[in-house]
């Protein structure tokens, strides 16, 4: 049977669950630990690669971890980890797109669907992007509302915030 391990990270904006694939990419980074969204993690996972298994293994996010670790510090606006996304065709063409907004900037749900060539796909777009298995990496805190406000964000508004300053945006307005 396929496992999916994990670790947790403690970073700036709470625990961090890193899951890796059965192939050994990472597949998964969830807000808090792993316990408390066990029944979430575990229904993800059966869908997406037939298993509800998960198991902790420290050690097992090597890069992934030094590189969020190294994005919190400061150290890296690039990530390079292997990923194993699963979704479906649209989802993943609107991960890839995400993958293109540069590390300090922000664009607008509208920008991705006209990137897509589906200029009329902006709610489509915001639900692949509410889906994203790997926030922070897939950098979906960098997509805010068509007025240039703060929208809704897994994580919760304040850790966009601060994923947004962290890269030197001006957050929700400010200086």
Same mark, same amino acid.
């Given at each position: ?7 947790? %990270?403690?970073? /700036?904006?709470?625990?961090? *669950? ?6 050994? =990419? ?10 408390? !969204? ?10 997406? $690669? ?5 198991? /902790? ?9 030094? @590189? ?10 690039? $990530?390079?980890?292997? %990923?194993? %996304?699963?979704? *479906?065709? $649209? ?5 890839? =797109?995400?993958?293109?907004?540069? $590390? ?9 669907? @006209?990137?897509?060539? =589906? ?10 992007? !509410?889906?994203?298995?790997? /926030? ?12 240039? #406000? ?6 919760g508004l304040e850790v966009k ?6 890269? #030197?945006? =001006? ?5």
């Amino acid at each position: 049977m396929d496992i999916i391990r994990y670790e947790e %990270l403690s970073s /700036p904006i709470g625990t961090l *669950t890193l899951g890796i694939s059965p192939s050994g =990419a990472l597949c998964q980074i969830d807000f808090g630990p792993f316990e408390s !969204n066990r029944l979430t993690l575990e229904a993800w996972s059966k869908r997406w $690669f037939g298993t509800s298994c998960w198991e /902790p293994d420290a050690g097992s996010a090597g890069q992934a971890r030094e @590189e969020l670790e190294a994005y919190f510090a400061g150290q890296l606006d690039r $990530f390079t980890t292997p %990923l194993e %996304l699963r979704g *479906t065709s $649209f989802q993943l063409s609107v991960w890839d =797109a995400l993958r293109t907004v540069p $590390f300090g900037t922000v664009c607008a749900y509208k920008d991705i669907a @006209e990137r897509l060539g =589906a200029p009329k796909a902006v709610r489509a777009v915001g639900g692949a992007n !509410n889906r994203n298995p790997v /926030p922070i990496i897939v950098p979906c805190h960098r997509v805010i509302g068509a007025g240039g #406000g703060m929208v809704g964000y897994g994580g919760g508004l304040e850790v966009k915030t601060f994923l947004l300053r962290l890269e #030197g945006h =001006a957050a929700g307005g400010e200086a």
